[in-house]
Structure formats: structure tokens, C-alpha cells
């Protein structure tokens, strides 16, 4: 997770530049140019499709499901916002972006909190997987009792 968030961090230490490269993003929202479609297929969704695998991973998942890409979006949506409502952030506790420093600590805290949000997504899982265990288990023994039909 450390990598994913330090591609949003890294840009956020050159100040006014990436102020200026987000409002560009604005305006290709408000006013398409077809660049926008193009950011999404060649940046954003190989770094999405990276951390979907990585998470089936850590969930112990063949496959995503929609909860996997709800999770991938949920840990994104930490980095996303501190690009985009960086003016808000800026408003609302002024100290948190000040300085280098401060994005370092950023990037431990976002670790920290998609880490949390993680194991959410596991025990959320395992906790729901196991009536359904105990239910086959209940089964399984009535096959396997003595007098079970066979």
C-alpha cells in the first residue's frame, strides 16, 4: 500500500504545481478533451487492477468480487482525496499539510488506515463464512452419523 500512496503524496511536496495540474484535471472533467478516457485506461486502471490482485491476495481470493473493488476504491478514495480536497483540508486543519514533513506522516497514517480497513474487510468475511461453515459442518455429520442415509 506504501507505493500506492506515495504516488499520490510524492506530487503533493512540489506545492502550486500540482494545484495547477488539478485544476487541469477539473477543467478535462467539465470540458472532455478525450484525455480524461485516456488517464483512466492507461494510469488509473493498470495502478486499480494492481491493487485489486493485491488485496484478493491478502483476502486469500482467486478472484475479486464487488466487495474486493469496493475495498480497492475505499483505500484509493484516501490518497484521491488528499489531491483533490487539499483546499478543504487546508481550511479545515491547516497544520496537516504543512511542510515536507507532513506527507510522510501522511503516508504511515494512510498505510495505517487502508491496513484497518483490510482487516475490516476480513473479519467482515470470516464472520459471514462462518454460519455457513457451521451449517456444512452440521451437515456433513448428519451424512457421516450412524443410521444416515447413503
Given at each position: 500500500?506504501?507505493?500506492?500512496?506515495?504516488?499520490f503524496?510524492?506530487?503533493?511536496?512540489?506545492?502550486?504545481?500540482?494545484?495547477?495540474?488539478?485544476?487541469?484535471?477539473?477543467?478535462?472533467?467539465?470540458e472532455?478533451?478525450?484525455?480524461?478516457?485516456?488517464?483512466?485506461?492507461?494510469?488509473?486502471?493498470?495502478?486499480?487492477?494492481?491493487?485489486?490482485?493485491?488485496?484478493?491476495?491478502?483476502?486469500?481470493?482467486?478472484?475479486?468480487?464487488?466487495?474486493?473493488?469496493?475495498?480497492?476504491?475505499?483505500?484509493?478514495?484516501?490518497?484521491?482525496?488528499?489531491?483533490?480536497?487539499r483546499?478543504?483540508?487546508?481550511?479545515?486543519?491547516?497544520?496537516?499539510?504543512?511542510?515536507?514533513?507532513?506527507?510522510?506522516?501522511?503516508?504511515?497514517?494512510?498505510?495505517?488506515?487502508?491496513?484497518?480497513?483490510?482487516?475490516?474487510?476480513?473479519?467482515?468475511?470470516?464472520?459471514?463464512?462462518?454460519?455457513?461453515?457451521?451449517?456444512?459442518?452440521?451437515?456433513?455429520?448428519?451424512?457421516?452419523?450412524?443410521?444416515?442415509?447413503?
Open positions: 500500500m506504501c507505493g500506492l500512496y506515495l504516488g503524496l510524492e506530487p503533493l511536496k512540489q506545492g502550486e504545481r500540482t494545484s495547477l495540474c488539478m485544476k487541469l484535471h477539473m477543467r478535462e472533467l467539465l472532455p478533451t478525450g484525455l480524461w478516457e485516456e488517464e483512466i485506461q492507461r494510469g488509473i486502471k493498470p495502478i486499480h487492477n494492481a491493487l485489486v490482485q493485491v488485496l484478493c491476495r491478502h483476502l486469500g481470493l482467486k478472484h475479486a468480487d464487488d466487495e474486493v473493488q469496493r475495498l480497492a476504491i475505499c483505500v484509493s478514495a484516501l490518497g484521491v482525496h488528499l489531491q483533490v480536497g483546499d478543504v483540508t487546508d481550511a479545515l486543519a491547516p497544520t496537516l499539510n504543512r511542510g515536507v514533513a507532513a506527507f510522510d506522516l501522511w503516508l504511515e497514517r494512510l498505510v495505517m488506515f487502508a491496513e484497518a480497513m483490510l482487516g475490516a474487510e476480513l473479519a467482515r468475511r470470516l464472520a459471514t463464512a462462518a454460519p455457513r461453515s457451521r451449517t456444512a459442518s452440521r451437515k456433513a455429520i448428519r451424512k457421516t452419523a450412524p443410521g444416515a442415509a447413503r
